[in-house]
């Protein structure tokens, strides 16, 4: 790298730029959120965001935005600019082209065919590269999460949201589950959707609650997730709420190759996509490949128990966000968050790192990081 470490200004041009990235959350993929902010000594000239594919990148809408104040100026971007032609031409040549002078990038492309590229391209056309120091570039990381996870490991982020009383339990031992939580938690449970590709469930939960799984009452515009299922013997209803929305956003079902014929016929004839893996049960690695295969990229995971239980034990949950509300439910039989085998012992659990505490309505809200993602942690 060419250049001094980013200053005080770069790193709050870059802090912003994330935050202009945001603007277009939940509806780039399987593009990734990308923010740029142009400076020119210390202030801000242009500002730009990628909106999704096949639009401008961020750093061009940025450049368009400073015009000619962007020779010789400074521009930070979350993400390392790309160097190949795809839907649009290079970032690499807009950069040149505006005669910028020293571009300030958040993270490397998590691509490792084209990683160091942009980069190398710019240092070598002599302008000044810098890169983000570890903190920041962890930031612009978990910006991509999802385009990070899928990219490297072949398979969606997956985001396991569940809702507890105090004492553990996500349902009364008669089955009822809403609600446990408040208004407020229910309404980021809505914003959380619509910045996924795909929601799953269980079918015990699908059975249960015959829910929607879509994003409702959320500001601004809403690319709505896939519905997902994993139900190894297709016993999704077609009469459920889901099934009969199929035509209006996409459900999938994620069934064990021995799932019965007529089911799964009776279901993709009303246009459900059943996607078969190894089981009983569905495999939860495989399931997620499969979705990672349909260029799913994100997955918020919303239970129940059982499918919670296999997906943490595979080691597939990378985030948790966890709702617990001031209420005791209490009940042998009344069931936990977590089905399955568990730990048999406390090394072996799972633990969340990062993690953060806050007070969402009556409800607290604990989140944490399981799986650290690549390139991050020393993985
Ligand atoms: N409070 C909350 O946050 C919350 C969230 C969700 C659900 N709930 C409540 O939880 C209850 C349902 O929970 P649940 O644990 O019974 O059901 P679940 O986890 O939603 O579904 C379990 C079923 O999914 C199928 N499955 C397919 N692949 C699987 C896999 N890899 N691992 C595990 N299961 C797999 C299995 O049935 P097959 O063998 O037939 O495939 C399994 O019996 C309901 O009362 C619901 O209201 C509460």
Same mark, same amino acid.
Request: proline share 8%; glycine share 12%; aromatic share 2%.
């Given at each position: 790298?060419?250049?001094?470490?980013?200053?005080?200004?770069?790193?709050?041009?870059?802090?912003?730029?994330?935050?202009?990235?945001?603007?277009?959350?939940?509806?780039?993929?399987?593009?990734?959120?990308?923010?740029?902010?142009?400076? &020119?000594?210390?202030?801000?000239?242009?500002?730009?965001?990628?909106?999704?594919?096949?639009? $401008?990148?961020?750093?061009?809408?940025?450049?368009?935005?400073?015009?000619?104040?962007?020779?010789? /100026?400074?521009?930070?971007?979350?993400?390392? $600019?790309?160097? !190949?032609?795809? &839907?649009?031409?290079?970032?690499?040549?807009?950069?040149?082209?505006?005669?910028?002078?020293?571009?300030?990038?958040?993270?490397?492309?998590?691509?490792?065919?084209?990683?160091?590229?942009?980069?190398?391209?710019? /240092?070598?056309?002599?302008?000044?590269?810098?890169?983000?120091?570890?903190?920041?570039?962890?930031?612009?990381?978990?910006?991509?999460?999802?385009?990070?996870? !899928?990219?490297?490991?072949?398979? $969606? !982020?997956?985001?396991?949201?569940?809702?507890?009383?105090?004492?553990?339990?996500?349902? =009364?031992?008669?089955?009822?589950?809403?609600?446990?939580?408040?208004?407020?938690?229910?309404?980021?449970? !809505?914003?959380?959707?619509?910045?996924?590709?795909?929601?799953?469930?269980?079918?015990? =939960?699908?059975? #249960?609650?015959?829910?929607?799984?879509?994003? %409702?009452?959320?500001?601004?515009?809403?690319?709505?997730?896939?519905?997902?299922?994993?139900?190894? @013997?297709? &016993?999704? $209803?077609?009469?459920? %709420?889901?099934?009969? =929305?199929?035509?209006?956003?996409?459900?999938?079902?994620? @069934?064990?190759?021995?799932?019965?014929?007529?089911?799964?016929?009776?279901?993709?004839?009303?246009?459900?996509?059943?996607? &078969?893996?190894?089981?009983?049960? /569905?495999?939860?690695?495989?399931?997620?490949?499969?979705?990672?295969?349909?260029?799913?990229?994100?997955?918020?995971?919303?239970?129940?128990?059982?499918? /919670?239980?296999?997906?943490?034990?595979?080691?597939?949950?990378?985030?948790?966000?966890?709702?617990?509300?001031?209420?005791?439910?209490?009940?042998?039989? #009344?069931?936990?968050?977590?089905?399955?085998?568990?730990?048999?012992?406390?090394?072996?659990?799972?633990?969340?790192?990062?993690?953060?505490?806050?007070?969402?309505?009556?409800?607290?809200?604990?989140?944490? %990081?399981?799986?650290?993602?690549?390139?991050?942690?020393?993985?």
């Amino acid at each position: 790298m060419s250049g001094a470490p980013p200053d005080a200004a770069e790193l709050a041009a870059l802090a912003r730029a994330r935050g202009l990235a945001m603007n277009a959350r939940g509806r780039v993929s399987p593009n990734p959120l990308v923010g740029a902010v142009v400076l &020119r000594d210390g202030v801000v000239v242009g500002e730009g965001w990628h909106e999704g594919p096949g639009l $401008p990148h961020a750093e061009v809408m940025a450049l368009r935005a400073a015009g000619e104040a962007a020779r010789g /100026a400074t521009v930070a971007c979350t993400l390392e $600019p790309c160097s !190949h032609f795809g &839907r649009t031409p290079p970032c690499t040549d807009a950069l040149r082209e505006a005669g910028v002078a020293r571009v300030v990038v958040g993270c490397l492309d998590p691509l490792e065919r084209t990683r160091g590229q942009g980069v190398r391209i710019l /240092a070598e056309a002599g302008v000044d590269v810098a890169m983000a120091p570890p903190a920041e570039e962890v930031a612009c990381l978990e910006l991509n999460a999802a385009f990070v996870t !899928h990219s490297v490991r072949g398979r $969606p !982020h997956v985001l396991l949201k569940l809702a507890t009383s105090l004492d553990g339990k996500i349902a =009364t031992a008669a089955g009822e589950s809403r609600w446990i939580t408040g208004p407020p938690a229910r309404a980021l449970v !809505h914003r959380w959707r619509a910045d996924h590709d795909a929601v799953a469930v269980g079918i015990g =939960t699908a059975l #249960a609650d015959d829910p929607d799984l879509t994003a %409702r009452d959320v500001d601004g515009p809403v690319r709505q997730p896939a519905r997902v299922v994993f139900d190894t @013997a297709a &016993r999704l $209803p077609v009469d459920s %709420r889901l099934v009969r =929305t199929a035509g209006e956003v996409p459900v999938l079902v994620v @069934a064990g190759d021995g799932a019965p014929a007529d089911r799964v016929a009776a279901l993709e004839a009303r246009g459900v996509r059943v996607l &078969r893996v190894p089981g009983p049960p /569905a495999d939860p690695a495989a399931g997620m490949a499969a979705l990672a295969a349909e260029g799913i990229q994100s997955v918020f995971l919303e239970g129940g128990a059982q499918l /919670a239980g296999t997906a943490l034990r595979a080691g597939l949950v990378d985030v948790v966000r966890w709702f617990c509300a001031p209420m005791l439910i209490g009940g042998d039989r #009344a069931p936990g968050a977590i089905g399955g085998e568990g730990a048999a012992l406390l090394a072996d659990a799972s633990r969340l790192r990062g993690v953060t505490v806050e007070r969402v309505g009556e409800d607290i809200l604990v989140s944490g %990081r399981i799986v650290p993602l690549p390139g991050v942690d020393g993985d």
